[in-house]
């Protein structure tokens, strides 16, 4: 309804300025853009305008980080393996630091295909990611955590065990963390052990 009505008087405001905007050339579309954007809900907003918003908000600190969970969860919404791909080129833009906040603020449940977006995932975001814990209600608190430890694995292997060993030498490490990490490691020597027995075998 917000969506319709702000249209309808965009419209009317384009007849009464029409000259205007013709004689600039086309900067008065550019002025009109960015005038419409502040006014549009975030999820009518482009995902290049969803990005500008995050960043503005963690660089303007207007936010909290629990208050940004819900606006990331709705630019990681999932729609193919395309969107993930759109979703990589556009953090390209961003800087380690910003990305790093992104993590801290995602939801656990965001953070696999989130951390698999980052191009080149440092150490400091992997100890970010796999020490998130999911919510008190959630059934099956381990094969949340996997799927986080799987995603840094996809990446490098190598990665996931820096991470993990800066976290476990960690006095603040969380307290299902090393049950966690042990467990994620039986399993894939377990993989790797069964890929060698069955090679043509799907894991």
């Known amino acids: 309804m917000f969506y319709g009505?702000?249209?309808?008087?965009?419209?009317?405001?384009?007849?009464?300025?029409?000259k205007a905007w013709t004689r600039k050339?086309?900067?008065?579309?550019?002025?009109k853009r960015k005038w419409y954007e502040k006014y549009l809900p975030?999820?009518?907003?482009?995902?290049?305008?969803?990005?500008?918003?995050?960043e503005s908000a963690f660089r303007k600190g207007t936010l909290v980080p629990h208050e940004i969970t819900p606006y990331i969860k709705l630019f990681m919404t999932p729609d193919?393996?395309?969107?993930?791909?759109r979703v990589r080129g556009l953090l390209h833009s961003l800087?380690?630091?910003?990305?790093?906040?992104?993590?801290?603020?995602?939801?656990?449940?965001?953070?696999?295909?989130?951390?698999?977006?980052v191009a080149a995932p440092t150490v400091s975001q992997a100890i970010i990611a796999i020490t998130k814990a999911p919510p008190p209600y959630e059934k099956t608190p381990q094969l949340v955590i996997d799927k986080v430890?799987?995603?840094?694995y996809d990446c490098s292997g190598e990665l996931l065990d820096q991470a993990a060993g800066r976290v476990t030498e960690s006095t603040e490490r969380p307290a299902h963390f090393r049950e966690?990490?042990?467990?994620?490691?039986?399993?894939k020597e377990d993989e790797k052990l069964l890929s060698a027995l069955y090679p043509k075998a799907i894991l």
Not at 5 to 14: E, R
Not at 42 to 54: G, K
Request: charged share 30%; proline share 3%; aromatic share 10%.
């Open 95 to 117: 800087s380690g630091n910003t990305i790093e906040k992104m993590l801290g603020a995602a939801d656990i449940y965001d953070v696999p295909d989130l951390f698999r977006c």
């Open 149 to 152: 430890f799987q995603a840094v």
């Open 80 to 85: 193919g393996e395309g969107d993930l791909a």
């Open 25 to 31: 050339k086309g900067r008065g579309v550019v002025e």
């Open 180 to 187: 966690a990490y042990e467990r994620f490691k039986e399993i």
């Open 42 to 54: 975030f999820v009518a907003r482009s995902p290049e305008m969803q990005l500008r918003f995050l």
């Open 5 to 18: 009505l702000l249209c309808k008087t965009l419209g009317s405001l384009d007849l009464k300025k029409g």
